[in-house]
């Protein structure tokens, strides 16, 4: 077969078993089909498929479909930050910035807490988490914020099936999920700031706020069909000079998407423009994401990391939604419910790992252990959220 034919029996693989898994296995309650196809990329990956079938593996992907695979997962998840960075009202968040300020800094800076005890429990234990080029303290960093991450774009679709996203519970989630976001992508680019390519990235920051000028007073000027076209000619630029930085072209991406503003663009273009991203490009992404998995250490000790990040993620994340929850006297059940949410990581935990591991700061073994806690972490709050949601709703209607 030629490179061409084995490249589209990759495709025809990538797209294909993930969505009758999901579709026979009537699996959208606990696990919707982004969460299936990230499944299906770590069973694809060297770890499973490859260890079960390794000629087969080596045959299909093969170092030449692997490179053309990567250029299409490289466009996907620059398009898919950069639509997260745009969806961010960062003007909601700073009209109601205390009570935001306090639920998102709780609900970030306790799991963070809880994530960097977690790593530096694992290094004490064994090594093989630590990347080549990595410091102690990035890892910690590194494994601390991937604990406290919540992925906005995944929550948006799960409040989307839930029906809350657009009532003012959702909105408010939101925006904790929105400020949270902000701290993650610094976090990473301070993670990523080295020494020797310290004024590349000066002069990054020093240009990109000047550029940022220029274009927000540019795109309301042009017609709509034109901003299109002209953000993705900025997102281009900005994921380029990133990544010549020193930073990743990720952290670009997302800093282009949250300098744009929303109301450039019709709401409802945006997100089939963002459904189009996850039905047509983002499954070579998580494919991609899966040949990267190994737990060379042993099994065991991998998804013993993974268990226990998990717990620290959880225990983290909801220890800090409560305590919030009695700062602002919410009402009873409100806490337990937003918590869950907000616990939803699936692709940026995923994505913000694969930069990590990219820039070897976390090893292989490290990288697995925190793609699984983000599966299960994002395959918990389906089925624990419902029930949560109709004693909510049930508790308001007889108040009311």
């Known amino acids: 077969m030629t490179t061409s034919e084995i490249y589209l029996l990759a495709m025809l693989i990538i797209f294909s078993l993930p969505w009758l898994f999901w579709r026979l296995g009537k699996t959208d309650r606990f696990a919707p089909l982004v969460v299936v196809q990230i499944v299906g990329g770590v069973l694809l990956g060297p770890a499973v498929l490859g260890a079960a079938l390794p000629e087969f593996h080596a045959f299909v992907f ?33 009209a109601r910035r205390g009570e935001t300020g306090v639920t998102a800094g709780l609900a970030l800076l306790v799991p963070f807490l809880f994530g960097c005890a977690a790593a530096l429990l694992l290094m004490a234990i064994s090594t093989g988490w630590l990347g080549e080029a990595g410091q102690p303290w990035q890892l910690v960093a590194g494994l601390g914020m991937a604990c406290a991450v919540t992925a906005l774009p995944i929550l948006v679709l799960l409040m989307e099936k839930l029906g809350i996203l657009r009532q003012p519970l959702g909105q408010r989630i939101l925006r904790y999920a929105s400020l949270d ?50 953000a993705l000619i900025w997102l281009i630029a900005c994921g380029l000079v990133a990544d010549w930085s020193g930073l990743h072209f990720m952290v670009g991406a997302f800093l282009a998407g949250a300098v744009c503003e929303a109301r450039w663009f019709d709401p409802q273009r945006m997100d089939q423009f ?41 225990a983290g994340k909801l220890a800090g939604i409560h305590l919030a929850g009695r700062i602002l006297h919410w009402p009873k059940g409100e806490a337990s419910l937003i918590g869950w949410l907000l616990q939803t ?12 591991l990219d820039k070897a700061i ?36 007889n108040r009311q």
Do not use: C
């Not at 990109?208 to 220029?214: D, G, I, K, N, S």
């Not at 990581?345 to 990590?356: G, P």
């Not at 299960?376 to 709703?393: G, H, N, W």
């Open 62 to 94: 093969n170092p030449q479909v692997i490179t053309a695979l990567n250029g299409v997962a490289w466009w996907a998840v620059m398009l898919f930050v950069f639509i997260a960075g745009i969806e961010l009202d960062l003007q909601q968040t700073w």
């Open 345 to 356: 990581k699936a692709l940026i935990m995923i994505i913000f790992a694969n930069i990590l």
């Open 274 to 314: 963002r459904d189009t991203v996850l039905l047509a490009f983002m499954p070579v992404f998580f494919l991609s994401t899966g040949l990267r998995t190994n737990w060379d250490v042993g099994g065991v000790q991998v998804f013993g990391a993974a268990a226990l990040l998990l717990l620290a993620a959880v």
């Open 362 to 397: 976390i090893s292989s073994n490290a990288f697995t252990a925190l793609l699984l806690m983000a599966v299960a972490s994002t395959m918990l709050t389906m089925p624990i959220v419902r029930p949560l949601l109709a004693k909510l709703q049930h508790s308001i209607s």
């Open 181 to 230: 976001d902000i701290a993650i992508w610094g976090m990473l680019a301070l993670i990523l700031l080295d020494a020797d390519r310290i004024a590349r990235q000066l002069a990054f920051l020093v240009g990109f706020a000047l550029a940022t000028l220029v274009i927000r007073r540019l795109m309301p000027r042009m017609p709509e069909s034109d901003r299109w076209y002209v």
